[in-house]
C-alpha cells in the first residue's frame, strides 16, 4: 500500500481516539473558564480554603455565600467592571 494511509489504519493506530480525547480536554478547558469567568468556582474554592487553613470553622451554606458575595458587589467601591 503506497500513499497517505486510509481510516481504518489510521482508528487501528489510535488516531481517532486520540482526536476525540483532545476534543474533551478542550470542552473541558472552556467549560472551566466559563466557571471562572462567571465566579461558578468561588464557594468551592472558599470551601477548599476553610478546610486548608481553618479546619475547625464551619463555611457557611452557598445561597448565604452567593447572598453575601452580591452584597459585597453592590456596596464595596471598584468591584464593578464598568
Known amino acids: ?11 487501528d493506530r489510535g488516531y481517532a481516539r486520540s482526536a476525540w480525547a483532545a476534543v474533551g480536554r478542550s470542552c ?6 466559563v ?4 465566579g461558578e468556582n468561588d ?3 472558599y470551601v477548599n480554603h476553610l478546610r486548608r487553613h481553618h479546619p475547625q ?3 457557611v451554606s452557598r445561597k ?5 458575595k452580591i452584597q459585597r458587589l453592590e456596596t464595596g ?3 464593578r467592571c464598568c
Not at 500500500?1 to 482508528?11: I, W
Not at 473541558?28 to 473558564?33: A, E, K, M, S
Not at 466557571?35 to 462567571?38: G, N, Y
Open 1 to 11: 500500500m503506497t500513499g497517505s494511509p486510509d481510516r481504518r489504519e489510521l482508528r
Open 28 to 33: 473541558r478547558h472552556v467549560l472551566w473558564y
Open 43 to 45: 464557594y468551592e474554592r
Open 57 to 59: 470553622t464551619r463555611p
Open 35 to 38: 466557571r471562572e469567568v462567571v
Open 77 to 79: 467601591p471598584n468591584t
Open 64 to 68: 448565604v455565600f452567593e447572598r453575601d
